[in-house]
């Protein structure tokens, strides 16, 4: 293929991928399936302002579950308008003696307390441990994909707000993945070096079976 033929080919591609940029926004329009790339659109004639006001981080969350905790979130599914704009939020509410059990996603975390006493930490790769206390005020960064956790370690229930550079983060938390399956116990045994009972605790707990 010749040099003329080239350019003409990278010019059409950069005019593609151009095209996509100059998209002041896009709704999220649930009547369609997600892409990779997020949901299809909203006709923007259909659209007020009120569908880029969410005021869902304004009530406290549930924390009666067994992890004293309340994720109140900000994300393509309950905030249409960030789909496809790289960013989304959460509040979390963390009961005394609560805990944000260790968890992952596929993008980074900036945890930002408001109220309380929390450690939070992640582990890296190389499974060093990077954890501290954080008051009011702090700010904390959890990288990409690693696992990580928060824990109110203080005397009255603790508020925090995370920011995440995706409008869908992709959450998984180790416990629930391990209870709320129907791998056979004795494989998770193996895998996970938990004896029987241990399994089959946290399966009744997560509605796993096997």
Aim: glycine share 8%; charged share 10%.
């Amino acid at each position: 293929m010749d040099l003329s033929k080239i350019f003409i080919i990278f010019s059409l591609m950069v005019s593609f991928t151009s095209a996509t940029s100059v998209i002041d926004f896009c709704v999220a329009d649930f009547n369609f399936p997600v892409t990779p790339a997020g949901y299809p659109c909203r006709n923007p004639a259909n659209l007020t302002v009120d569908d880029f006001v969410f005021s869902g981080l304004s009530v406290a969350g549930n924390t009666s579950n067994i992890f004293n905790v309340g994720v109140t979130a900000a994300f393509d599914l309950t905030f249409p308008a960030l789909n496809g704009l790289g960013i989304s939020l959460a509040r979390l509410d963390i009961g005394v003696g609560g805990v944000v059990p260790i968890h992952s996603h596929r993008v980074s975390e900036v945890i930002l307390m408001i109220e309380g006493t929390i450690i939070a930490g992640f582990i890296g790769s190389d499974n060093t441990a990077y954890y501290k206390t954080l008051n009011k005020g702090d700010i904390m960064i959890f990288p990409h994909t690693l696992l990580h956790f928060q824990v109110n370690v203080g005397d009255a229930p603790a508020l925090a707000f995370v920011s995440l550079n995706s409008a869908n983060p992709g959450f998984q938390f180790i416990t629930t993945s391990i209870g709320a399956n129907d791998l056979p116990t004795e494989i998770v045994q193996r895998i996970t070096l938990f004896d029987a009972a241990q399994v089959r605790r946290v399966k009744r707990l997560f509605g796993g079976t096997n």
